[in-house]
């Protein structure tokens, strides 16, 4: 998927916010770990949560399909942590060495997959305790039914409203 083209953005930065390419950076980089922050403590205490799991009494209540779920919905709880913690390890190593562009533009992509996968995570987890309370329909209804309604409020709309944006010209209100 094509989602990182700051170049386009430069013109409009530089005419309706006087920004420099290193401004539009500083501030690109300063938008995303505010957005990254947002996610990282919940994606970390799912994660912990369900490392923990295993070790329950309750645990043993999970039938075999239900095991294979929570280890994919673990993979993608830990991938999703690892993606999201990942733009912070890069700046580390790469402080001071003038590369804000590459670190940008690698934690945007990280931190977009990483937010896919908390989503399938989510979706996981609904399934699991829904399966657990309710029975294997419910389960089943439940993770579905998150599973579409991530897709549709993290992937779909954006996608949209980015598509319905790249129809018309940016205005001055545009971030």
Not at 32 to 52: C, D, P, S, W, Y
Not at 83 to 95: D, K, N
Not at 112 to 118: A, E, I, K, M, N
Request: glycine share 6%; charged share 15%; aromatic share 6%.
């Amino acid at each position: 998927m094509d989602v990182d083209h700051p170049e386009y953005d430069q013109p409009w930065d530089n005419s309706a916010r006087h920004e420099t390419v290193a401004e539009r950076l500083d501030r690109n980089w300063i938008s995303l770990l505010q957005e990254v922050r947002v996610v990282q403590t919940g994606v970390q205490l799912l994660t912990g949560l369900l490392l923990t799991l295993p070790f329950q009494q309750r645990f043993a209540v999970l039938d075999h399909p239900m095991r294979i779920v929570y280890l994919l919905t673990v993979a993608c709880s830990v991938s999703s942590t690892l993606l999201l913690v990942t733009p912070v390890a890069m700046h580390r190593v790469l402080f001071r060495r003038h590369r804000l562009g590459v670190i940008v533009s690698a934690a945007h992509r990280l931190a977009y997959v990483g937010l896919l996968l908390l989503g399938v995570s989510m979706a996981g987890v609904t399934d699991i305790i829904f399966d657990t309370v309710a029975g294997r329909t419910a389960g089943i209804v439940a993770g579905a039914s998150a599973l579409t309604a991530f897709g549709l409020f993290w992937l779909a709309l954006p996608l949209m409203l980015r598509a319905k944006l790249a129809s018309s010209e940016p205005t001055e209100g545009l971030a």
